[in-house]
């Protein structure tokens, strides 16, 4: 009987320690990493079988990045301001519409270049 009494501690004191842990990482979590965090998509333009060119925002700093099967290439940093104004500038449904938006944006900040 004495060894069922000991369990049963072991086991309540275990959830105990289990949920104060849980709590204080809950508590800890929005002081460590901010609500939106650092890194955002603006958007993703898939251009093949694994294969994608997508737009991130990296701490206030605007990137295009080209994206493949085993790696991730920066192809350009974007000017913060000229990318915000184009967005900005776009109507809703061209943001929705994946292809037009994001070719239209895309072709700005480069110039045609690519």
């Known amino acids: 009987m004495n060894i069922y009494f000991e369990f049963i501690k072991m086991i309540s004191a275990l959830l105990v320690v289990l949920g104060l842990m849980f709590l204080l990482l809950k508590l800890l979590k929005h002081r460590i990493m901010p609500k939106g965090g650092f ?23 605007y990137f295009a990045l ?39 944006i895309f072709s700005k900040l480069t110039g045609g270049r690519i």
Do not use: W
């Not at 890194?39 to 700093?61: D, S």
């Not at 974007?78 to 938006?101: C, H, R, V």
């Open 39 to 61: 890194i955002n998509m603006i958007h993703y333009q898939p251009l093949g079988t694994k294969r994608a060119i997508a737009i991130v925002k990296i701490a206030n700093e």
């Open 66 to 104: 080209g994206l493949c099967e085993n790696s991730i290439s920066v192809i350009t940093k974007m000017d913060a301001n000229q990318i915000e104004s184009q967005l900005k500038e776009l109507p809703t449904e061209d943001i929705q519409d994946e292809g037009f938006g994001f070719k239209k």
